[in-house]
């Protein structure tokens, strides 16, 4: 997570592993880990986009008002 936009409730991301639109992510912070499904994701440029492809590639997605307040976060994929 490169930023996080607390008017639109959107995290800036700096993609390094694919992901989709469904999947389940964690959100990983020193403050705490929350579970997210992967919704209403965005391309820099705010086109709905419903695939990450990978590093290179940077989306924004939003995430719960508690991710506003978290510093240094990851993002992590479950597999299923």
Do not use: C, W
Not at 10 to 28: L, P
Not at 31 to 39: M, P, R, T
Not at 59 to 73: E, G, I, K, R, S
Request: proline letters at 4%; hydrophobic letters at 35%.
């Amino acid at each position: 997570v490169t930023g996080y936009d607390t008017i639109t409730g959107r995290a800036e991301i700096d993609v390094k592993n694919h992901f989709e639109e469904g999947d389940r992510i964690e959100v990983i912070s020193p403050a705490g880990n929350l579970d997210v499904q992967v919704s209403d994701m965005q391309d820099k440029k705010g086109n709905a986009t419903d695939i990450a492809k990978g590093s290179g590639y940077e989306v924004t997605l939003p995430l719960p008002a508690d991710a506003a307040n978290m510093q240094h976060v990851l993002l992590a994929r479950y597999f299923n």
